[in-house]
């Protein structure tokens, strides 16, 4: 059917764009927030990378390494929120700089700490900045692509946590070995920096672009316009579709978390690898998790494109990553360190392709304005569970030293995170949002 709004009228919005002289920049868009996201996991990992080195010289238990991811993931949760509704008002460009800029230089501060209060509170801090990433990240793609690419776009952005997963245990030892662990985190945070000078220069939102063509600003705009007003964030709680959000958040981000912050030692206690040798194996369960990150927006999206509902085509791409997840309970009873990593690696793929549906669900059942506060409210919902993972991790392996509780949790849960998004939204009909 014929878009009616603006300039878009002549675009057939069941078509693929590739069909028209669109214009690529919406994509050059997304390649900001690819890279955005990698810096933020690269900055993100480093602790868990050098979890063993900073062991060794501070003399720390599983308990208290803990209580240091605990203290990242409460302030994610309380700074998610805020940003979240902080980035409804300000804007994708304002909002994303402020968090940036916040998480640079708490990732910088890290090189200051002298034990594990200190590094609590840098990770606090820290916390508090990368929590906007990804409330300012859909923001932006729900302001530059219709809704037929958004589960596309937010898995190639969503993919930059898998590249700055690569990306860490490869630059570590090198920096860690040259110059001290001090200067890797003084390193990876001063490059923030140089991302948030791009971002400021090149980032409008689309009818503010003047290098964007009028057919491209068509197709962004081809999906009905949202009625004006803001909404209070208080009464989107009364919604089952924010909690179908907010519970699969809750279910499947401390499974992400676990892998994110404790695969290093995993490897280390199972396999016997360290510093220098667990960078090959965490490479190679990254590059898969990027394959299901692309994958899984990928599918929802072409299915989408062929008629499909977003109904359908959603659930069906979550459906099958969550298919995949189950195996990974026998990774910690397998000798062979790369099979281990094969069973780690489809479940960490399984986990980004239903992420990058999951993130697009705000936007399916929510109009823009209220986007932001979604993302904010989920993501506070997720950080919260994932601070009972980071304890529970703590408390069993200071128990029992097995990681066989984690996994099994890990293999279980996205089958019954799924159950439940759709039991309180069978048809993804969208929120009536006065």
């Given at each position: 059917?014929?878009?009616?709004t603006?300039?878009?009228a002549?675009?057939?919005e069941g078509a693929?764009p ?28 480093m602790i868990s990378?050098?979890?063993p080195?900073l ?32 980035i409804d008002?300000?804007?994708?460009r ?5 968090a940036a800029a ?5 990732a910088m ?5 002298r ?10 801090a ?13 923001k ?9 690419e ?16 690569i ?11 040259a ?14 920096f ?8 090149l ?5 503010e672009?003047k ?6 600003l068509a ?5 009905p316009p949202d009625?004006p007003g ?39 206690r ?12 965490l490479?190679?369960?990254y590059i ?5 990150s692309v ?6 999206s ?6 499909w ?8 791409a979550m ?11 026998l990774?910690?009873?397998?000798a ?26 705000p936007?399916?059942?929510f109009?823009?304005k209220?986007?932001?506060a979604?993302i904010?409210?989920?993501?506070t919902?997720g950080?919260i569970?994932?601070?009972f993972?980071?304890?529970f991790?703590g408390?069993?392996l200071?128990?029992?030293g097995?990681?066989?509780?984690m996994?099994?949790v ?6 019954l ?18």
């Amino acid at each position: 059917m014929a878009s009616s709004t603006g300039e878009g009228a002549g675009i057939d919005e069941g078509a693929a764009p590739g069909r028209f002289s669109v214009g690529r920049v919406r994509w050059g868009i997304c390649a900001l927030l690819f890279f955005a996201t990698t810096i933020n996991y690269i900055d993100r990992q480093m602790i868990s990378v050098l979890k063993p080195t900073l062991q060794a010289e501070y003399g720390w238990n599983e308990s208290t390494y803990a209580n240091i991811v605990f203290a990242f993931q409460a302030a994610y949760a309380m700074g998610y929120f805020a940003f979240g509704h902080l980035i409804d008002r300000l804007g994708a460009r304002f909002g994303y700089s402020l968090a940036a800029a916040i998480w640079g230089l708490a990732a910088m501060a890290h090189a200051g700490a002298r034990g594990a209060v200190d590094f609590m509170i840098v990770r606090f801090a820290l916390g508090l900045g990368e929590s906007g990433n990804f409330p300012a990240g859909v923001k932006a793609v729900s302001e530059w692509f219709p809704a037929r690419e958004r589960a596309l776009a937010i898995g190639i952005f969503n993919a930059g946590a898998n590249i700055g997963a690569i990306l860490t245990p490869l630059i570590a030892p090198i920096l860690v070995m040259a110059f001290g662990w001090r200067v890797a985190f003084l390193f990876t945070g001063g490059i923030v920096f140089i991302w948030l000078r791009f971002w400021w220069t090149l980032y409008r939102r689309p009818r503010e672009k003047k290098s964007l063509s009028a057919s491209e600003l068509a197709w962004i705009e081809s999906d009905p316009p949202d009625s004006p007003g803001k909404v209070p964030w208080l009464s989107l709680l009364r919604h089952r579709q924010t909690w179908a959000y907010a519970v699969g958040k809750f279910m499947i981000d401390p499974i992400w978390w676990f892998f994110l912050f404790w695969l290093p030692d995993f490897f280390a206690r199972e396999h016997g690898l360290n510093l220098m040798t667990f960078g090959p194996p965490l490479v190679a369960i990254y590059i898969i998790s990027d394959l299901g990150s692309v994958g899984g927006g990928w599918l929802s999206s072409a299915l989408m494109k062929r008629g499909w509902s977003a109904n359908g085509a959603r659930k069906l791409a979550m459906l099958v990553c969550a298919l995949c997840v189950p195996p990974v309970m026998l990774a910690p009873g397998i000798a062979s360190l790369w099979g281990a990593v094969l069973l780690i690696g489809l479940a960490t793929a399984a986990h980004q392709g239903f992420s990058a549906n999951l993130y697009t669900l705000p936007s399916d059942l929510f109009p823009r304005k209220a986007v932001g506060a979604i993302i904010g409210i989920g993501g506070t919902i997720g950080a919260i569970g994932g601070m009972f993972m980071a304890k529970f991790t703590g408390w069993v392996l200071d128990a029992t030293g097995s990681y066989m509780p984690m996994f099994v949790v890990a293999g279980s849960t996205y089958l019954l995170a799924l159950l439940i998004i759709h039991l309180l939204v069978p048809r993804m009909e969208p929120a009536k949002v006065e």
